[in-house]
Every structure is written in structure tokens, then in C-alpha cells.
């Protein structure tokens, strides 16, 4: 049987995920779970205690992802990279909405937030060596260095800019994983110029493989989608 923090942590996730954090109380966590509010505070003393915990294992997902494997890499192994991140931006998809909320209120996370960027970077300036390396790019330093910060803002923020263009995404499910696979498709667009070989050849498909289609995207938005098919 799962044990009881692991079970409030899943629980506030799926609450925080659908209806937002700060809508979200201890009450509604313990409710959820059919426990008594004091059986919560047992195993975390405030909603911030399970927040952080829900970070760390966002993190540790993460940087497990982010691991440089032995060897050449193929666009297969960039199409597990971009399924590894589309994963962990759905998982964690409340702590990028309100991200800016979580750091300023919480000088400790922001610290240890400080620290896992620094460590994502690097892992990912790994990556990108080891796919340079195999092939399937072409850049200097500098613009790896430059592509790795836009994919990493792009990816943090994106599921923020998608929610607050339309909250209410976050009742349909299929949509809002929808747009999240749009967000992978954005990065497959910043990093084309770069792509060489097989990487390349297999463009078209990666762009189709994550592409949401126009109606959806105007449902995002609006007037904007509207202008653009006019």
C-alpha cells in the first residue's frame, strides 16, 4: 500500500495541477484523502512543506532525465529528451505556472530553485555537446550556450503563458496537454537552424509529431488566432 505522504503528495499535486494552488488548501488536500487535517500536518507541517516536497521530486525527475548517456546520440534519443521534458513540464505544470509566485515567497526554495537551474544547464550543455558531437548539430559554443538558456526559459515558462492567456484550459485536459506538446514544438523551432544529419532529415516529422492543430490554437488565442486565418 502506497504510504500516507506519498498518497498527500499525489493528491495535492492533482489538486494543484487542476485548480491551481492558491485555490487550494490543506483542507481540500486532507479532504481528498478522506484523513483528518491533523493527520496531514503530521507528515507536513503547511501547504509550503508539501510544495517543496513536490519540487524535489519534480527536480529528480528532472535531472534524471537530464543524464549525458555513453556514446553517439541519434534523433531518437532527441526525441526521448523531448518526451522526458514534455512529462516533466505536464507533472509539474502548477510550479511553472506560478513560479514566480513559489521563489518570491519562499526565499529557501528560491536558493535551492538557484541551484537546480545551474544543474540543469549543465546537463544540458552536456547534451547538446554530446548531439553536436554525433552530428546532429552545428554550433559554436557561444549559440549552444545561447540555445540551452532559450530552450530552458521556453520550457519553464510556457506553461504559464498557456494558462494565463486562458485559465480555464486547465478543465480540459486533452487541450492542456495539447498546448504543453505545442511548447516542445516552439524548442524543435529554435533549435532548427542548428540541426545537421539525421536530426535534419527527420525535422518535418518531430514538427508534426508536436504541432497542435489551428483550432485549438485559436482557442488559445484568440483574436490573435483569428487575425492569423483571416
Known sequence: ?????????????????RFGER???????????????GNLYYHYRNKAAIV???????????LTLLTVPEGPLT???????????????????FLHRDLAHFLHQDPVLR??????VEDSLARGLGIYQRLRDSGLIEASDEELRALLVNTWVLAASWPGFTHGLNPEISGDETLDRGLLRQGIYQIICLE????????????????????LDETALDRLFGAVGQVRSE
Not at 517543496?52 to 528532472?62: G, I, K, P, V, W
Not at 536558493?111 to 537546480?116: L, T
Request: hydrophobic residues 40%; proline residues 2%.
Open 52 to 62: 517543496s516536497a513536490l519540487f524535489d521530486r519534480y527536480r529528480e525527475h528532472l
Open 192 to 211: 532548427a537552424p542548428y540541426l545537421r544529419g539525421e536530426a535534419l532529415d527527420h525535422l518535418d516529422a518531430m514538427k508534426r509529431e508536436y504541432r
Open 23 to 37: 485555490n487550494v488548501t490543506t483542507n481540500h488536500i486532507a479532504g481528498e484523502l478522506g484523513i483528518s487535517p
Open 1 to 17: 500500500m502506497t504510504d500516507t505522504k506519498t498518497r498527500i503528495l499525489d493528491a495535492a499535486l492533482a489538486l494543484f495541477n
Open 75 to 93: 534523433w531518437e534519443d532527441k526525441m526521448g529528451y523531448f518526451e522526458g521534458i514534455l512529462a516533466s513540464m505536464w507533472e509539474g505544470r
Open 111 to 116: 536558493d535551492r530553485y538557484k541551484v537546480f
